[in-house]
């Protein structure tokens, strides 16, 4: 910070700075005039010393100085007039305390706390960080949009059930979690490769089989999900109301992927990013009228967003579907395209397993 200097000193400066300039003056002054009085050197011709003579003659009212000694003596006269003329305009700023470069901080509290001076403060909020650009202040600038690039992930990372609720208008025909309404059980299968699920959804009883080592996810909202943390594959339980005046063997087959993949649906909102789709295949297994439910088969062709948000992953599902009450219950077990199609692959296997074990209202 700059401080001011004292009254006296600056006094001091002046006067000396004010009195050397005099001498200099007074030093090219006197230069000045002995050159001005040298002597004319004499001319030691007779007829130079005539004609002289005749000139003093003829100007015997003038001052016996010739014209060169005249136009020297009006030079001096000029040159101290310029030089008192200088001194007079030059004394006020030299007399005068200089002017300090920054800003006057004297009045400012060292103590902490607001500064006294308002003035001031207003001039020191326009400043800039004495450290912009260093590489402190960037590593800051880092640190700070880390943390809220974190804030916002963890902010959009809510818990299922604290997602809202829509209401049966803005659902629409939108597939959401079949919910788990009783008490549910997990036990193993076999030699302990599959485990089965049995349990009650929306007043229904459920039963189907999955891979043991499959990690349930979703259980906060109630919903029945399962993933495969190796490669991504997936199972759901949801259900959809059917379309006015339609059943579950006469509504269009691309109902089914419009709904799982509605912007609305559970599959999307809690973390699935899907692009292109459709429904590949359907088939009923069950279509007569006099049945209990109605039961249809269908393929789902669709795309997922890869982890680093550029690449595309080719999937596709399988869904065992069931009518009651004007909703579709559906079982949906998807893989990854390219092990789905291979014939005899055991991710094929799995998916055919989860399926065809799925049971409901039985």
């Given at each position: 910070?700059?401080?001011?200097?004292?009254?006296?000193?600056?006094?001091?400066?002046?006067?000396?700075?004010?009195?050397?300039?005099?001498?200099?003056?007074?030093?090219?002054?006197?230069?000045?005039?002995?050159?001005?009085?040298?002597?004319?050197?004499?001319?030691?011709?007779?007829?130079?010393?005539?004609?002289?003579?005749?000139?003093?003659?003829?100007?015997?009212?003038?001052?016996?100085?010739?014209?060169?000694?005249?136009?020297?003596?009006?030079?001096?006269?000029?040159?101290?007039?310029?030089?008192?003329?200088?001194?007079?305009?030059?004394?006020?700023?030299?007399?005068?305390?200089?002017?300090?470069?920054?800003?006057?901080?004297?009045?400012?509290?060292?103590?902490?706390?607001?500064?006294?001076?308002?003035?001031?403060?207003?001039?020191?909020?326009?400043?800039?960080?004495?450290?912009?650009?260093?590489?402190?202040?960037?590593?800051?600038?880092?640190?700070?949009?880390?943390?809220?690039?974190?804030?916002?992930?963890?902010?959009?990372?809510?818990?299922?059930?604290?997602?809202?609720?829509?209401?049966?208008?803005?659902?629409?025909?939108?597939?959401?979690?079949?919910?788990?309404?009783?008490?549910?059980?997990?036990?193993?299968?076999?030699?302990?490769?599959?485990?089965?699920?049995?349990?009650?959804?929306?007043?229904?009883?459920?039963?189907?089989?999955?891979?043991?080592?499959?990690?349930?996810?979703?259980?906060?909202n109630n919903g029945i999900q399962y993933v495969d943390?190796?490669?991504?594959?997936?199972?759901?339980?949801?259900?959809?109301?059917?379309?006015?005046?339609?059943?579950?063997?006469?509504?269009?087959?691309?109902?089914?992927?419009?709904?799982?993949?509605?912007?609305?649906?559970?599959?999307?909102?809690?973390?699935?990013?899907?692009?292109?789709?459709?429904?590949?295949?359907?088939?009923?297994?069950?279509?007569?009228?006099?049945?209990?439910?109605?039961?249809?088969?269908?393929?789902?062709?669709?795309?997922?967003?890869?982890?680093?948000?550029?690449?595309?992953?080719?999937?596709?599902?399988?869904?065992?579907?069931?009518?009651?009450?004007?909703?579709?219950?559906?079982?949906?077990?998807?893989?990854?395209?390219?092990?789905?199609?291979?014939?005899?692959?055991?991710?094929?296997?799995?998916?055919?397993?989860?399926?065809?074990?799925?049971?409901?209202?039985?």
């Amino acid at each position: 910070m700059i401080m001011r200097n004292s009254n006296s000193n600056n006094s001091s400066i002046s006067t000396m700075i004010f009195v050397v300039s005099l001498a200099l003056a007074s030093i090219v002054a006197t230069t000045t005039t002995v050159h001005c009085f040298q002597p004319v050197p004499l001319r030691t011709t007779t007829r130079a010393a005539h004609a002289n003579s005749r000139h003093f003659s003829h100007n015997h009212n003038n001052s016996p100085i010739d014209d060169e000694h005249a136009s020297h003596d009006n030079g001096r006269r000029r040159f101290f007039a310029k030089a008192a003329a200088t001194a007079a305009a030059a004394s006020p700023f030299l007399l005068s305390s200089p002017a300090n470069a920054g800003i006057d901080v004297s009045n400012l509290r060292t103590e902490g706390g607001p500064p006294s001076n308002s003035i001031v403060a207003a001039q020191l909020q326009g400043l800039s960080s004495s450290d912009n650009g260093t590489a402190a202040s960037r590593l800051r600038e880092i640190k700070q949009s880390t943390t809220s690039a974190a804030e916002q992930k963890s902010a959009a990372a809510v818990t299922a059930g604290s997602r809202p609720v829509l209401s049966k208008e803005e659902l629409g025909s939108a597939a959401t979690y079949a919910k788990v309404d009783g008490v549910s059980s997990v036990r193993t299968i076999g030699i302990k490769l599959n485990s089965r699920y049995t349990g009650s959804v929306e007043g229904f009883p459920i039963q189907f089989d999955f891979p043991t080592d499959w990690l349930q996810l979703d259980r906060a909202n109630n919903g029945i999900q399962y993933v495969d943390q190796r490669n991504g594959n997936k199972l759901y339980v949801l259900k959809a109301p059917l379309p006015p005046n339609t059943n579950l063997a006469t509504v269009p087959k691309s109902f089914f992927d419009d709904s799982v993949f509605d912007a609305n649906s559970d599959v999307v909102r809690f973390g699935t990013v899907v692009g292109a789709h459709r429904t590949a295949r359907s088939a009923m297994t069950q279509d007569d009228a006099k049945a209990a439910y109605l039961h249809r088969r269908l393929q789902l062709n669709y795309e997922t967003l890869a982890g680093n948000g550029v690449q595309t992953i080719e999937r596709r599902g399988l869904i065992d579907a069931y009518e009651i009450d004007g909703y579709a219950y559906m079982m949906l077990a998807s893989g990854n395209a390219v092990k789905f199609e291979k014939k005899d692959s055991p991710e094929r296997a799995t998916i055919d397993m989860i399926v065809d074990s799925f049971l409901l209202g039985q």
